[in-house]
Structures are given as structure tokens and as C-alpha cells.
């Protein structure tokens, strides 16, 4: 970049291609805070990320046919997305990065920078409020790289990484890509993801390091299981990491049997810069366990008064490491939210530590559901209800009734759903499904499970079937659209309609 042009913004690459790789390097270099959303000097000159939209609105591709009366009708406004490629249309004032990069000299000079600077701003998936842009210091990351990552395994240079995760999310950035760099290994990227192409991506280039979401590695077991040819399930990992959300103890134990290796689950949040605390370290797995805590960092359960708990009792996980952020990007009071004034990090998470020193989350604190006077903890109740042989995974939310009070409502993916109610489950007809024999026998059956090991003020009062449930890319359930289904739809969609 020239010297007149000081500040400047990369806007978001959906490609997730190679690109992704030297733009986050060279804007660190030139001591730049680096982001998937925006690339700039430290005052970060007219960046707005829009949180929330009221209106409803359509993003629609050149060649899509619009119905104008219709969208106007129902208050839709419409926006058209210009045809791509090198003659496509951009942004006033904007140039690509492909561009840039092809007119671009090899010789610049790095910039020395404050350790303790943010390198990267990165926004949280918000899944239970809106997203707010976290600063990673150049610190965090090497700390994380050269002191965590280290006590929980052993990355090499001859390494080979999968890099499948988007490097907008702290996981994919922080343990796929920068610490391939970091460690000089290969990284192999993947940027559009299916279950066969990374099943073939990881055999083609004897992979050795997976860093994935549980669906992903629940993708490849089904990719595994429907391959002809048993000999293309690559058996050349050593490490394979798994965060984002939890995993369940069959599969667990399902992968390490067909991939021969077992998986590591680590536990992080966007403002520890990633992992933390980690299960299955050296093959030493604790069932339901977010593991220990790694190399440098500092775990404890507290009160509700910041008092730390005795062993065993329930309470607030808090986090003090030299990987825990700065804070918020120009956002004070949510700073202050979550980080004590003697640099303890407050996650929001609620569990329990062991007389071993694993710990195991039980809930987040927003998601606890008051029943009747009662906590219910919606992530027991699911733990119980996947166990069940007929369910995929399943989801526990709070519902309120007439009453204003709040009741359980479990939200249940079937694993084996019949193929007369569709394959696809975007055209699943579910109406059909709930209201057939295998529908009523399904919830009945799982009525009279959840009888067999939860308490009765914790079970479900409304079983809802559904064909997938909503995650982010990572991945990590979002509950915020579950409440939203789960209230009646039919005045959602008539005050969208009077708009």
C-alpha cells in the first residue's frame, strides 16, 4: 500500500480461499489489526458492522427473478447482488484483493509493534445476544501457540492441518491456521466445506491434524459408513480437535473405532483466544468433561458474589491466563461485564471441578430455565435425551405458557426419519411426520425414557420434532432462533405481514 493511503479496510471474503492466508499475515506485519470482516491501521476510520435488522429484507443474486409488487406489499425491501469476476461491479472506493495483491511489491518492511496491541478483532457468534468484536493482542496469540498449545500436543513442522474451520471464528484462526504458521506446518485448505471432499481432502494429503466441530466429525462418520471402498477411510491422523460445542461420548468413541485415533475436546471462548482447558489429552478422556487446564492458564468455579466454590460445587467457570483479551472494541460496559479487575475472565458458562481437576460445564447461565421455582439445566437433559438409540441430537429450551411462566420444551432430531416424509430436510414435510404413527411413537418412547433418569420437574412438558436444528458455522447451537420457533409462528409471521 502506498504511504497516502494509511488506512484501509479489507471487507469480508466469503470465498474463505488461500487469500485468507497473506492477508492476515501482511496486515499484522504492517502492525495492522487484522479481521475477517475488516483490515485497518488502529483507529479503524468509518468501520460500522450492522448488529441487528428490523426490517425484512432479500439479498438476491443477479439472476434471480424478484416479484417487485409482492416484496412491496409486505414491506420486503430488495437489494441486488451484482454479477461477480473481474469485470463484476464493486463498491465505490473498493478494490480487490486478488488485485491488490497481483500489483503488489514482495518487499515491505514489518513493523515493530506493542505486544499487547490487538492484532485482530474478531466479532462472537452471538448466540445468545449480539455480536460484539473482541481485540486479540499479538501476545494472546503467542502465548497460546507457544506455552498452550504445547502442554496438550504435539505439533510438528512435518505436521499436516486441515483447514476446514472459517477463519472468521477464533477456532478455525487461532488453531488451524496460525498455529500451522506458528509451528511451520502445512496447512491444507478446504474452502467449501462437504463431508466427502474433507473425507478425500484428509486421505489425498495423509492429514495428521483435524481441527473440526462435532458435526463435522459426525459428517465423516456417515460419509464413512456410506463408503463402498473401506480403504479410502484415511487412517493418517494423530491429533484430531474438536470445540465449538460438545461432544457426545458415542461419538467419541464411534470415531476413534473407524479413524483409529482419538479425539481431543477443547474448551475456549473467543476472549481466551481458543482453547484453554482440554479433554482427552495423552488419551486420557473423561466422560462429559471439558478436561483440565492447560500450560499457564488459571481455572476456578465462583459464586455469584466472585467467592471461589468448593470442589464439586456448582458455579461460574472464571478463566486468568496471558491469552484472555483486552476486551470489546469500543464497548466499555460489556467489557466490564466479563473481565474482573484482577484479570479474571468471566465466561458465563456454569460447572463443577472434580477432586482430579477436570472440569465439566453444566449449563450457560442464560440458557438455565426457571421451572416451577425450579433450575433446569436444558444441557442435562439433552445429554440424557441423545443417549437415546432414536435420536440424532436434540435441543432443551425454556417456553413460556399462558401464565408467563416458563415450561420445557425439548426440540428432537430424529436419527432414522422413514423416506415417504423427504430426504432433504429443508423440504421435510414435518407437519406430516409429528402427526403420524412414527411421530406419536417416537415422542411417547421418549416420554417414557426421560422418566427412566430425569428428575420430573426437568422433563419436558412439549416434545417438537424437527429435521436439523440452527448452528452457527462452527457449529455451536443457536438457541436465540429456537425461542423464536418456538413461540407462535403464526403471530410472527401476521405482524411481519402488517408491517
Excluded at 150 to 156: R, Y
Excluded at 163 to 178: E, Q, V, W
Excluded at 267 to 285: C, K
Excluded at 440 to 457: F, I, P, Q, S
Aim: hydrophobic share 35%; charged share 25%.
Amino acid at each position: 500500500m502506498s504511504e497516502k493511503n494509511e488506512t484501509w479496510r479489507l471487507l469480508y471474503n466469503p470465498e474463505g480461499d488461500v487469500f485468507d492466508v497473506p492477508s492476515y499475515g501482511a496486515s499484522v506485519a504492517e502492525g495492522r489489526i487484522a479481521g475477517k470482516y475488516q483490515l485497518s491501521n488502529t483507529l479503524v476510520p468509518d468501520s460500522v458492522v450492522i448488529q441487528a435488522v428490523k426490517r425484512p429484507g432479500i439479498v438476491a443474486g443477479a439472476d434471480v427473478s424478484v416479484d417487485r409488487g409482492e416484496s412491496e406489499r409486505y414491506g420486503v425491501e430488495v437489494a441486488r447482488l451484482p454479477r461477480g469476476g473481474r469485470n463484476g461491479a464493486k463498491s465505490v472506493g473498493t478494490i480487490q484483493l486478488s488485485e491488490l495483491m497481483a500489483k503488489s511489491s514482495k518487499n515491505y518492511q514489518a513493523r515493530e509493534v506493542n505486544p499487547d496491541d490487538p492484532a485482530v478483532l474478531i466479532y462472537t457468534s452471538g448466540t445468545t445476544g449480539l455480536p460484539k468484536g473482541a481485540m486479540i493482542s499479538h501476545r494472546n496469540f503467542h502465548f497460546q501457540c507457544s506455552t498452550i498449545v504445547t502442554s496438550l500436543l504435539d505439533f510438528k513442522s512435518s505436521d499436516r492441518v486441515i483447514g476446514t474451520l472459517p477463519l472468521y471464528h477464533i477456532f478455525g484462526l487461532a488453531n488451524s491456521m496460525i498455529a500451522s504458521v506458528h509451528f511451520g506446518a502445512c496447512l491444507v485448505m478446504v474452502p467449501r466445506y462437504s463431508p466427502q471432499i474433507l473425507l478425500e481432502t484428509i486421505e489425498k494429503h495423509k492429514a495428521t491434524i483435524l481441527p473440526a466441530v462435532p458435526t463435522m466429525y459426525q459428517h465423516l462418520m456417515l460419509a464413512a459408513r456410506q463408503a463402498r471402498n473401506k480403504t479410502i477411510i484415511p487412517k493418517s491422523l494423530n491429533h484430531c480437535i474438536s470445540g465449538g460445542a460438545p461432544l457426545s461420548q458415542r461419538l467419541y468413541e464411534d470415531f476413534g473405532k473407524t479413524f483409529e485415533t482419538n479425539i481431543m475436546e477443547g474448551y475456549g471462548l473467543t476472549e481466551s483466544t481458543s482453547a484453554v482447558a482440554a479433554n482427552g489429552v495423552n488419551g486420557e478422556y473423561r466422560d462429559g468433561s471439558i478436561g483440565r487446564a492447560g500450560r499457564g492458564v488459571e481455572m476456578k468455579i465462583i459464586d455469584a458474589q466472585g467467592s471461589e466454590v468448593p470442589t464439586g460445587q456448582e458455579g461460574e467457570i472464571a478463566i486468568r491466563s496471558t491469552t484472555v483479551f483486552a476486551g470489546y472494541w469500543n464497548n466499555p460496559q460489556a467489557t466490564g461485564d466479563v473481565l474482573t479487575e484482577d484479570g479474571w475472565l468471566l465466561t458465563g458458562d456454569l460447572g463443577y471441578v472434580d477432586e482430579d481437576g477436570f472440569f465439566f460445564i453444566t449449563d450457560r447461565k442464560k440458557d438455565i430455565i426457571i421451572h416451577n421455582g425450579y433450575n433446569v439445566s436444558p444441557r442435562e437433559v439433552e445429554e440424557f435425551i441423545d443417549r437415546h438409540e432414536q435420536v440424532l441430537e436434540s435441543a432443551v429450551i425454556a417456553r413460556k405458557n399462558d401464565l408467563k411462566e416458563e415450561t420445557v420444551v425439548a426440540i428432537v432430531v430424529p436419527r432414522n426419519i422413514p423416506p415417504e416424509f423427504g430426504s432433504d430436510p429443508s423440504d421435510m414435510d414435518m407437519k406430516k411426520l409429528r402427526e403420524s404413527d412414527f411421530g406419536k411413537n417416537l415422542v411417547k418412547m421418549l416420554r417414557e425414557y426421560t422418566d427412566t433418569g430425569v428428575a420430573r420437574y426437568k422433563q419436558p412438558q412439549e416434545w417438537l420434532l424437527a429435521p436439523s436444528l440452527p448452528k452457527t458455522a462452527t457449529g455451536k447451537l443457536l438457541r436465540r432462533e429456537l425461542r423464536q420457533d418456538a413461540e407462535d409462528t403464526r403471530l410472527i409471521n401476521r405482524s411481519q405481514h402488517d408491517v
